[in-house]
């Protein structure tokens, strides 16, 4: 046997033409009227349309928000002792903050509430005041 003599098994199914009437009526699913009841219907481009609208301006760049968890001095001083390390791994064990889809999220530590221990900070970042009340409490930024 060669394959030019090889013949299938089922019969093929006849193609099915849209918006010709056949079992589905008339219109076929397609609606009586209006743009997407035509044939060669050219739908309007929605995701470039909005696109367009963007300005396009000199130095303009599309830049994601810093999205920082914020947290304050008063709730570092209730849930730390003297001398521990704080970075963003040990907030979430703490449950001070949260993780975002499995990620440890970047965290501003505010100056609210007052700090009398000394505590080290790693991998932080801070707020003016902040920064001014951990050097006062002799605590370390690294």
Same mark, same amino acid.
């Given at each position: 046997?060669?394959?030019?003599?090889?013949?299938?098994?089922?019969?093929?199914?006849?193609?099915?033409?849209?918006?010709?009437?056949?079992?589905?009526?008339?219109?076929?699913?397609?609606?009586?009227?209006?743009?997407?009841?035509?044939?060669?219907?050219?739908?309007?481009?929605?995701?470039?349309?909005?696109?367009?609208?963007?300005?396009?301006?000199?130095?303009?760049?599309?830049?994601?928000?810093?999205?920082?968890?914020?947290?304050?001095?008063?709730?570092?001083?209730?849930?730390?002792?003297?001398?521990?390390?704080?970075?963003? $791994?040990? !907030? +979430?064990?703490?449950? @001070?903050?949260?993780?975002?889809?499995? *990620?440890?999220?970047?965290? #501003?530590?505010? /100056? &609210?509430?007052?700090?009398? $221990?000394? !505590? +080290?900070?790693?991998? @932080?970042?801070?707020?003016?005041?902040? *920064?001014?009340?951990?050097? #006062?409490?002799? /605590? &370390?930024?690294?």
């Amino acid at each position: 046997m060669q394959i030019h003599q090889l013949q299938p098994t089922k019969k093929r199914k006849p193609e099915k033409r849209l918006g010709r009437g056949r079992k589905r009526g008339t219109y076929c699913g397609r609606g009586v009227k209006g743009q997407k009841s035509r044939a060669g219907r050219k739908m309007k481009p929605i995701i470039r349309d909005i696109l367009k609208r963007y300005p396009k301006k000199r130095g303009y760049r599309f830049s994601a928000s810093k999205n920082y968890e914020v947290l304050n001095l008063r709730d570092v001083e209730r849930k730390f002792n003297e001398g521990e390390k704080i970075s963003p $791994k040990v !907030l +979430v064990e703490k449950k @001070l903050i949260r993780a975002r889809g499995g *990620k440890i999220p970047t965290v #501003k530590i505010l /100056g &609210k509430g007052e700090l009398t $221990k000394s !505590l +080290v900070f790693e991998n @932080l970042t801070f707020s003016k005041s902040a *920064k001014e009340k951990i050097e #006062k409490a002799k /605590g &370390k930024i690294l």
